[in-house]
């Protein structure tokens, strides 16, 4: 709301984050174009050879090739920079990508790593399988209890890595503790912040070292295009990443980076959007017959309502519930649906159902499902832009019928 005493500044740091999403990072061309403008280009043009040579020097700031930097996705980086309130964004091409060298730009082998073991498929894989393979050993925890991140700690860890809320039940960690003792003992702490989205979520603010985001997510919100970022300290860029993403070349696409750009400028609406329809589904679906557990973060009876409080502003997006019956009334309930769609992504404008145990936490096997609590009637719902009453409806009508068919 106005605030008549502080007279507008043209600094956008000091802007609401409604108003760094639309105006934040941009840079206009000679055209003065109101939209942001797409620049489709590998390279850039120098006036001179002594213009080329300063380039390279780093004497002359500009562009030099769009593995480096690019207009675009330099608009796209400064926007989400300002709303993380971060020193420095790097966008990369996927959320994987983002993990990958945010994690292996700082890490050597003989380092250790410890890491909550509820996440995202993919990261488990970076963690478990890929970084023992380049010398890098790894703990991993279950990260909802402080005490297993102090007793996992051997001399030579030097990352903490975790994902809150997590993939798909919905666990949190404490990030304010986790990093205060990574901090006590020179530990580099990771999040990934995609199921909370910066709008929800600052983990910077409560201590963290780096942030995360598959922006394919929420963050482009329309299911259309990949893309990640990762958001760090000036010094962690030029100590670690900047080089690594430099050469090796996880660069995001300027198109992708204008479509996500452009995605920034609606991101506040359409969460607020989404978690106030999510609030409403998961409150019905506790009332209906059948659903044995419903876990979201906005309701009073989330297991850990008390971080929820600590750390995130909203609710979120997403909802896990189990329904009686397992794995042949979970397939049931979803080939019933009529609205909401049946696939593996999330944070979408679409309403989307997955069912962990046989899709995205199929290959971790029944044991690692059953230590994380991923029952066989699990689901997973990311809710989008519908209705929140029809949504409502078809989860019912759903339900129903997975359980008199
Ligand atoms: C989707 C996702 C990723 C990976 O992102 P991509 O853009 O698909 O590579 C990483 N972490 C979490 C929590 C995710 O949901």
């Given at each position: 709301?106005?605030?008549?005493?502080?007279?507008?500044?043209?600094?956008?740091?000091?802007?609401?984050?409604?108003?760094?999403?639309?105006?934040?990072?941009?840079?206009?061309?000679?055209?003065?174009?109101?939209?942001?403008?797409?620049?489709?280009?590998?390279?850039?043009?120098?006036?001179?050879?002594?213009?080329?040579?300063?380039?390279?020097?780093?004497?002359?700031?500009?562009?030099?090739?769009?593995?480096?930097?690019?207009?675009?996705?330099?608009?796209?980086?400064?926007?989400?920079?300002?709303?993380?309130?971060?020193?420095?964004?790097?966008a990369t091409a996927t959320g994987m990508a983002a993990v990958?060298?945010?994690?292996?730009?700082?890490?050597?082998?003989?380092?250790?790593?410890?890491?909550?073991?509820?996440?995202f498929?993919s990261?488990?894989?970076?963690?478990?399988?890929?970084?023992?393979?380049?010398?890098?050993?790894?703990?991993?925890?279950?990260?909802?209890?402080?005490?297993?991140?102090?007793?996992?700690?051997?001399?030579?860890?030097?990352?903490?890595?975790?994902?809150?809320?997590?993939?798909?039940?919905?666990?949190?960690?404490?990030?304010?503790?986790?990093?205060?003792?990574?901090?006590?003992?020179?530990?580099?702490?990771?999040?990934d912040?995609v199921?909370?989205t910066?709008?929800?979520?600052?983990?910077?603010?409560?201590?963290?070292?780096?942030?995360v985001y598959s922006a394919t997510k929420h963050i482009d919100g329309q299911g259309r295009c990949l893309g990640g970022a990762?958001?760090?300290?000036?010094?962690?860029?030029?100590?670690?990443?900047?080089?690594?993403?430099?050469?090796?070349?996880?660069?995001l696409s300027?198109?992708n980076a204008?479509v996500m750009?452009?995605s920034?400028?609606?991101?506040?609406?359409?969460?607020?959007?989404?978690?106030?329809?999510?609030?409403?589904?998961?409150?019905?679906?506790?009332?209906?017959?059948?659903?044995?557990?419903?876990?979201?973060?906005?309701?009073?009876?989330?297991?850990?309502?008390?971080?929820?409080?600590?750390?995130?502003?909203?609710?979120?997006?997403?909802?896990?519930?189990?329904?009686?019956?397992?794995?042949?009334?979970?397939?049931?309930?979803?080939?019933?649906?009529?609205?909401?769609?049946?696939s593996n992504n999330l944070g979408d404008?679409?309403?989307i159902?997955?069912?962990?145990?046989?899709?995205?936490?199929?290959?971790?096997?029944?044991?690692?499902?059953?230590?994380?609590?991923?029952?066989?009637?699990?689901?997973?719902?990311s809710?989008?832009?519908?209705?929140?009453?029809?949504?409502?409806?078809?989860?019912?009508?759903?339900?129903?019928?997975?359980?008199?068919?």
């Amino acid at each position: 709301m106005a605030n008549n005493k502080t007279p507008v500044s043209a600094d956008p740091a000091s802007w609401s984050p409604e108003t760094q999403l639309v105006h934040g990072g941009v840079l206009r061309s000679q055209f003065g174009e109101t939209s942001e403008a797409l620049f489709l280009t590998q390279g850039f043009v120098y006036n001179s050879a002594e213009q080329a040579e300063a380039r390279f020097k780093n004497e002359d700031p500009g562009f030099q090739y769009s593995r480096f930097s690019n207009p675009t996705v330099t608009m796209f980086e400064e926007r989400l920079r300002l709303l993380e309130g971060a020193e420095v964004c790097r966008a990369t091409a996927t959320g994987m990508a983002a993990v990958t060298a945010g994690l292996l730009c700082f890490l050597k082998a003989g380092d250790h790593i410890v890491a909550a073991r509820a996440m995202f498929g993919s990261c488990r894989y970076i963690v478990e399988t890929l970084c023992p393979r380049f010398g890098i050993s790894m703990t991993l925890i279950d990260g909802r209890d402080i005490e297993n991140w102090k007793a996992a700690i051997r001399p030579n860890t030097r990352g903490f890595f975790f994902e809150t809320p997590a993939n798909p039940t919905l666990d949190l960690v404490d990030i304010a503790a986790v990093s205060a003792l990574g901090r006590q003992h020179g530990i580099t702490t990771v999040v990934d912040n995609v199921f909370a989205t910066p709008m929800q979520q600052r983990p910077l603010a409560h201590g963290a070292d780096v942030v995360v985001y598959s922006a394919t997510k929420h963050i482009d919100g329309q299911g259309r295009c990949l893309g990640g970022a990762i958001l760090c300290s000036e010094k962690f860029l030029t100590d670690y990443l900047q080089d690594f993403i430099r050469q090796t070349g996880p660069s995001l696409s300027p198109f992708n980076a204008w479509v996500m750009l452009k995605s920034l400028e609606t991101l506040p609406i359409r969460v607020r959007a989404q978690s106030a329809s999510a609030a409403r589904v998961a409150d019905h679906l506790a009332g209906l017959p059948g659903i044995s557990r419903v876990i979201y973060c906005g309701r009073a009876d989330h297991p850990q309502a008390e971080i929820v409080k600590k750390q995130m502003t909203g609710g979120g997006q997403m909802i896990a519930f189990e329904i009686e019956g397992g794995k042949d009334a979970a397939f049931k309930l979803q080939n019933a649906l009529k609205i909401i769609k049946i696939s593996n992504n999330l944070g979408d404008a679409k309403s989307i159902i997955t069912h962990p145990p046989t899709t995205t936490h199929y290959r971790i096997g029944p044991e690692a499902r059953a230590e994380l609590g991923i029952t066989d009637g699990m689901l997973r719902l990311s809710i989008g832009l519908e209705s929140a009453d029809d949504l409502a409806a078809d989860l019912e009508e759903a339900v129903k019928a997975a359980r008199t068919s």
